[in-house]
């Protein structure tokens, strides 16, 4: 995998990209490899499916893949149609209503939204941490900077959160507010902690800005460390601080089990059967985006859609790099949209 990242790396360093002439990604087209941008938890199956997509498909340049983070990632795909913008759109979350409309403005009218897998938000520790455990309200209570709009965040220890927890000073490595790893943070355990409080479901009724800055804003007082898009500096991270959790992707856990142990969230540790099947509260599904008006003009991108789906299966070679397979229906559908390229027509976003 190291190789390879270098080696797309150095592609990335001598692609010449000449003036696009046609902003519709049409003929006028003039890179001849795919580009990729996106989540840094995507990335790795990105990488993989491009190691597998350049050994069938000899002459075929290797495709770019990089770690931009979702938000940064959406930014950069929806600039704009043709050779100078990603084809791809690597995302730990689905894409939201106000990126949708971006690109729209933009001209990037035709996406193809394909969920590839399921992932978990992992909480984790070196193995000589302190054993503990943890729930969405103590986490949100430990990590928000205004908890409950009461006022700015002064809890120091784990203890003075919840009295069953050692008196270790609250240390979290995690995602910047660029990653979908973070929207994840945000949503699927930091609003359900708040939420515990039937008061911030009401100020969610009345006043959704202020319902999100209080649920969902970190505190900034070095508590919660942003250790940016780079999950495996998260991994080095805790090994030299025992103490400390770090917040990333199921597979980087699973990729470093004889370093790492895991943080239950409810009582619930994260493994793959208890993402797949939704039972882990932090699970949650990865998607990519493709640009249609580029599966034309890219050559290989629909080779590439391809290959991912010929490996997303339980057995399949993206499963052995730590992807949770989705279940069996939504693997059908998104099969079924690789090969008629269905556009999102952005309704349901959020």
């Given at each position: 995998?190291?190789?390879?990242?270098?080696?797309?790396?150095?592609?990335?360093?001598?692609?010449?990209?000449?003036?696009?002439?046609?902003?519709?990604?049409?003929?006028?087209?003039?890179?001849?490899?795919?580009?990729?941008?996106?989540?840094?938890?995507?990335?790795?199956?990105?990488?993989?499916?491009?190691?597998?997509?350049?050994?069938?498909?000899?002459?075929?340049?290797?495709?770019?893949?990089?770690?931009?983070?979702?938000?940064?990632?959406?930014?950069?795909?929806?600039?704009?149609?043709?050779?100078?913008?990603?084809?791809?759109?690597?995302?730990?979350?689905?894409?939201?209503?106000?990126?949708?409309?971006?690109?729209?403005?933009?001209?990037?009218?035709?996406?193809?939204?394909?969920?590839?897998?399921?992932?978990?938000?992992?909480?984790?520790?070196?193995?000589?941490?302190?054993?503990?455990?943890?729930?969405?309200?103590?986490?949100?209570?430990?990590?928000?900077?205004?908890?409950?709009?009461?006022?700015?965040?002064?809890?120091?220890?784990?203890?003075?959160?919840?009295?069953?927890?050692?008196?270790?000073?609250?240390?979290?490595?995690?995602?910047?507010?660029?990653?979908?790893?973070?929207?994840?943070?945000?949503?699927?355990?930091?609003?359900?902690?708040?939420?515990?409080?039937?008061?911030?479901?009401?100020?969610?009724?009345?006043?959704?800005?202020?319902?999100?800055?209080?649920?969902?804003?970190?505190?900034?007082?070095?508590?919660?460390?942003?250790?940016?898009?780079?999950?495996?500096?998260?991994?080095?991270?805790?090994g030299a601080n025992p103490n400390a959790v770090g917040v990333f992707g199921?597979?980087?856990?699973?990729?470093?089990?004889?370093?790492?142990?895991?943080?239950?969230?409810?009582?619930?540790?994260?493994?793959?059967?208890?993402?797949?099947?939704?039972?882990?509260?932090?699970?949650?599904?990865?998607?990519?985006?493709?640009?249609?008006?580029?599966?034309?003009?890219?050559?290989?991108?629909?080779?590439?859609?391809?290959?991912?789906?010929?490996?997303?299966?339980?057995?399949?070679?993206?499963?052995?790099?730590?992807?949770?397979?989705?279940?069996?229906?939504?693997?059908?559908?998104?099969?079924?949209?690789?090969?008629?390229?269905?556009?999102?027509?952005?309704?349901?976003?959020?």
């Amino acid at each position: 995998m190291t190789k390879f990242a270098l080696f797309a790396a150095c592609a990335a360093s001598v692609i010449s990209l000449a003036a696009c002439g046609d902003q519709s990604g049409g003929a006028g087209a003039t890179r001849d490899q795919i580009r990729a941008v996106g989540s840094s938890t995507v990335y790795p199956f990105a990488t993989a499916v491009a190691e597998l997509f350049v050994q069938g498909n000899a002459g075929m340049k290797s495709p770019i893949i990089e770690s931009t983070g979702t938000g940064g990632g959406m930014k950069l795909f929806c600039a704009g149609v043709g050779a100078q913008h990603p084809d791809i759109e690597n995302a730990s979350r689905r894409m939201k209503k106000s990126e949708f409309d971006q690109c729209q403005a933009n001209g990037v009218k035709d996406i193809i939204e394909i969920q590839v897998g399921v992932d978990g938000l992992a909480f984790a520790q070196a193995k000589n941490g302190p054993a503990i455990a943890l729930t969405p309200k103590i986490v949100y209570e430990a990590l928000a900077a205004n908890p409950y709009g009461k006022g700015p965040n002064k809890a120091q220890t784990w203890k003075d959160v919840d009295p069953s927890l050692p008196p270790i000073t609250i240390s979290v490595f995690g995602p910047p507010s660029t990653s979908g790893t973070r929207d994840s943070l945000a949503e699927l355990i930091l609003e359900k902690g708040c939420q515990s409080d039937p008061a911030m479901k009401a100020l969610k009724d009345k006043n959704e800005d202020e319902y999100k800055a209080t649920c969902t804003r970190v505190r900034e007082d070095g508590k919660y460390v942003d250790s940016g898009e780079n999950d495996n500096l998260i991994v080095q991270k805790l090994g030299a601080n025992p103490n400390a959790v770090g917040v990333f992707g199921y597979s980087f856990l699973e990729e470093n089990k004889d370093s790492l142990k895991d943080v239950p969230i409810n009582g619930i540790q994260a493994t793959y059967e208890t993402v797949s099947t939704g039972q882990y509260p932090g699970a949650r599904p990865l998607y990519i985006y493709v640009k249609k008006a580029h599966m034309q003009a890219i050559p290989g991108l629909q080779n590439f859609l391809n290959v991912f789906a010929a490996n997303w299966n339980p057995d399949g070679a993206l499963t052995k790099r730590g992807m949770v397979a989705s279940p069996e229906e939504i693997r059908k559908k998104s099969a079924e949209t690789v090969k008629a390229l269905t556009v999102l027509n952005g309704a349901d976003l959020k």
